[in-house]
């Protein structure tokens, strides 16, 4: 499949998404990992998976939810297909809060996944905030 990004072909093969809105605030980050490893488990992933998909969860969150504005959502969206699992996560950040493509953490999600990216909205002067998603996927493991 050239010219196929490993998103959209996991896309292609996936079923209904599975969609959860939270407050941007960390004591929400139990019930996204929650969801997240019940989406895995229900899904035959691998133990291993299982674990990369609620570390993933937690630091792409994390990410999100540190640069958040105040009264910010955190919209998380999980499509699950034969392949692995795609998962968005969107949020309004402040205009100087976008996640650092070469942090730590960035690091470790390249590292856990096998595709990842960063969007972000342009900056518009006055606004207080810019919608920020990360979009990941991580395939199973071949057993």
């Known amino acids: 499949m050239a010219g196929v990004s490993k998103i ?56 999100l939810i540190k640069g958040s504005v105040a009264d910010a959502e955190l919209s998380c969206t999980f499509a699950v297909s034969d392949s692995g699992i795609r998962i968005v996560v969107t949020s309004t950040l402040a205009p100087t809060s976008v996640p650092k493509k070469d942090s730590f953490g960035w690091h470790v999600l390249q590292t856990l996944t096998d595709a990842i990216e960063l969007r972000a909205d342009d900056a518009v002067e006055g606004e207080a905030g810019r919608t920020v998603a990360i979009d990941v996927v991580k395939r199973r493991s071949k057993v």
């Open 8 to 63: 959209e072909e996991l896309e292609r093969g996936s079923g209904a998404p599975v969609e959860l809105r939270v407050r941007a605030e960390a004591d929400q980050l139990p019930v996204v990992r929650a969801v997240a490893e019940t989406l895995a488990v229900l899904s035959d992933f691998t133990l291993d998976d299982i674990a990369d998909v609620k570390l993933v969860v937690d630091e792409v969150c994390s990410q």
